[in-house]
């Protein structure tokens, strides 16, 4: 399963991306928003900073609209995902970007449904809010388990990419839920990392580590010939 940040934050991307578990970037016109400056300079440097597939979205409601945002957004970059959202006109331009061969990220989907629909369209990633679902009532980590049952039993190749993340649970859940992709913001992929236990038992294996003599393995006359 890849990983994906979800942020237009470029320290973030930096700091994230030198973990090496960072596959890629998902934005969206609130995190365009909250990172400020100028957007078109602010998209060139994540592109620039990012091996991967970054998701930028369209803010056009028709499908004419999104298709010409959805090509400006490709020629941007060979790493170019036109994120729309999962309405009637933009699984219309979803379909006429398929046929261009222009990568699409469907977004805002709160249903099978929605996303048995982005799959026919020819989406590239579908992404379902699970914490969104969660919060208007509904069973987010449900979601994707339906979408992934649909998706398998129809043989549709759209990713199932989890977005709407709040809590590493959640990550945990959607990777056991088979999504392909989870997108999460930089403190909760940050968290991931952390375990309580893993640091006591780093704190004892260190202090018991004081009563071990000079060891020639460390020393770093030694440690320097591996430079
Ligand atoms: O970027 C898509 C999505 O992950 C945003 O979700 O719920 O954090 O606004 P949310």
Same mark, same amino acid.
């Given at each position: 399963m890849q ?7 470029l ?8 973990w090496?578990t960072?596959? &890629?970037?998902?934005?969206n016109?609130?995190h365009?928003?909250?990172?400020? &400056?100028?957007p078109d300079?602010l998209?060139?440097?994540i592109?620039s900073l990012?091996?991967?597939?970054v ?17 400006a ?6 790493n170019?995902?036109v994120?729309?959202?999962?309405t009637?006109e933009?699984?219309?331009a979803v ?16 249903? %099978? ?6 799959a ?11 914490h969104r ?13 339906d979408i ?9 190749a ?10 590493a649970?959640?990550?945990q ?13 930089f403190?909760i992929?940050?968290g991931l ?10 704190a ?8 071990v003599? %000079? ?13």
């Amino acid at each position: 399963m890849q990983l994906f940040i979800d942020t237009a934050d470029l320290d973030q991307i930096r700091t994230a991306y030198s973990w090496g578990t960072v596959d &890629g970037v998902t934005t969206n016109p609130s995190h365009i928003a909250a990172a400020g &400056g100028d957007p078109d300079e602010l998209l060139a440097q994540i592109f620039s900073l990012v091996d991967g597939p970054v998701s930028v979205e369209t803010v056009s409601l028709e499908a004419d609209g999104i298709v010409r945002e959805g090509r400006a957004i490709a020629a941007l970059h060979r790493n170019a995902v036109v994120k729309v959202p999962v309405t009637v006109e933009g699984l219309k331009a979803v379909k006429r970007l398929a046929a261009e061969s222009i990568h699409t990220n469907v977004t805002v989907c709160f249903s %099978p449904l929605q996303a048995y629909l982005a799959a026919k369209s020819g989406a590239t990633y579908i992404s379902p809010f699970v914490h969104r679902t969660d919060l208007a009532g509904g069973d987010g980590l449900q979601l994707l388990r339906d979408i992934r049952a649909v998706y398998t039993r129809y043989g549709y190749a759209t990713k199932i990419l989890a977005a709407s993340i709040r809590t590493a649970k959640e990550v945990q859940e959607a990777l056991l839920a088979g999504a392909d992709v989870v997108t999460a913001p930089f403190d909760i992929l940050e968290g991931l990392y952390r375990h309580s236990l893993t640091d006591t038992v780093i704190a004892r294996f260190l202090g018991d580590w004081k009563q071990v003599p %000079p060891t020639r393995l460390f020393a770093e006359e030694n440690l320097a010939r591996y430079e």
